[in-house]
């Protein structure tokens, strides 16, 4: 398996303007979350879905902010407008939820640097 | 809430040498602990996972343990490498039927060749 894939790996933009991270998980898991890291705040889980239903979108820091999953392959993060703040590495990882303790398995991330 | 502690934040070990790295949590009613390993600037590896019926689980030079009463999960590294330099994360998944885990801030590990 190619394990949890994620596009783009670098995104360099402008404030205001509109940032779409993506992410395909690993076939068959049914869990899929999105975390935000920083130095200061270390990891953060922004939202997660089971069978494409998000469950918990607490910790979406406001409404800039949206998530969906379309399908069991496919997820989408996007800031709108993005800001400096924004700035951060956002990790996608999925599990299998009933299996092997829901073990979580993280993409390599993407570094988006808002100007 | 839950509170995931790692202490300390680095560390430098001379190569060869064993070390142990720890993780207290302040809720007991864990689901499962997971050790992860992050190199700079990539993602986050799984190494180990135990479940809350565990005390410990082994994959080859590491061991982690858990003490779900004292809120306590060490990962033990036997025979330290310059390879085992990375920052090492625990994170502790809740009982109740939430996948959410949160994680600890990490212990940046540096092995001295």
């Known amino acids: 398996d190619a394990g949890v894939i994620q596009s783009p790996r670098h995104e360099v933009t402008e404030m205001g303007q509109e940032v779409t991270l993506r992410c395909k998980p690993i076939?068959?898991?049914?869990?899929l979350f999105w975390y935000r890291q920083t130095m200061m705040r270390g990891l953060e889980l922004l939202i997660y879905?089971?069978?494409?239903?998000?469950?918990?979108d607490s910790g979406m820091p406001e409404d800039r902010f949206s998530a969906k999953m379309p399908n069991a392959s496919f997820s989408t993060l996007k800031i709108q407008p993005s800001e400096p703040r924004d700035s951060a590495v956002y990790f996608c990882a999925s599990s299998l939820r009933r299996g092997h303790g829901g073990e979580q398995f993280f993409g390599p991330g993407t570094r988006l640097t808002v100007l | 809430k839950q509170e995931v502690t790692q202490i300390p934040a680095a560390l430098s070990v001379p190569e060869g040498e064993n070390l142990v790295l720890n993780c207290s949590f302040t809720?007991?009613?864990?689901?499962?602990l997971q050790w992860f390993r992050q190199d700079p600037g990539k993602g986050l590896t799984s190494l180990l996972l135990i479940q809350s019926s565990q005390r410990e689980q082994t994959s080859g030079r590491l061991n982690a343990s858990l003490d779900k009463s004292s809120g306590r999960s060490t990962l033990y590294i036997a025979a330290s490498q310059p390879g085992d330099s990375a920052t090492y994360l625990c994170a502790v998944r809740r009982l109740g039927g939430d996948d959410k885990i949160i994680f600890g801030k990490g212990t940046r590990l540096h092995i001295l060749p």
């Open positions: 879905f089971n069978n494409n239903v998000p469950i918990d």
């Open positions: 076939s068959g898991h049914n869990s």
């Open positions: 809720d007991s009613a864990i689901y499962n």
